[in-house]
Nanobody, 129 residues
Framework: QVQLVESGGGSVQAGGSLRLSCGAS????????????MAWFRQAPGEEREGVAA???????TYANSVLGRFTISADNAKNTLYLQMDNLKPEDTGMYFC???????????????????WGQGTQVTVSS
């Protein structure tokens, strides 16, 4: 098993930037095994959870169209830490952002719609106009 803890959320004005981090803890084996696919999801009040960005087992990124060109997902070599650099933030980016991980290997757009095994508690991002 792995534990995921997000950080880096906050309040910014539209056009601003934030960088989210997700630390994965557990044994080396567990981290290696259970973070083959990692992703960021978000959920705004009254809205469905939305896959934002994902990183597959070969660190190939996938982005939702709504954030393409503005957000960048990355991780360290061992996927001990997942990042989401968010630039040119918009009010519609507001929501709780969750880090997710899964031992299964997903890639491309399907990785934004899967139900992941491991989830963090979330970090709030608020973007004001």
């Amino acid at each position: 098993q792995v534990q995921l803890v997000e950080s880096g959320g906050g309040s910014v004005q539209a056009g601003g930037s934030l960088r989210l981090s997700c630390g994965a803890s557990g044994s080396t084996y567990a981290r290696r095994t259970n973070t083959r696919t990692m992703a960021w999801f978000r959920q705004a009040p009254g809205e469905e959870r939305e896959g934002v960005a994902a990183l597959d087992s070969e660190n190939r990124p996938t982005y939702a169209n709504s954030v393409l060109g503005r957000f960048t997902i990355s991780a360290d070599n061992a996927k001990n830490t997942l990042y989401l650099q968010m630039d040119n933030l918009k009010p519609e980016d507001t929501g709780m952002y969750f880090c997710a991980a899964d031992p299964r290997i997903w890639s491309g757009l399907p990785s934004l719609t899967k139900v992941y095994t491991y989830w963090g508690q979330g970090t709030q991002v608020t973007v004001s106009s």
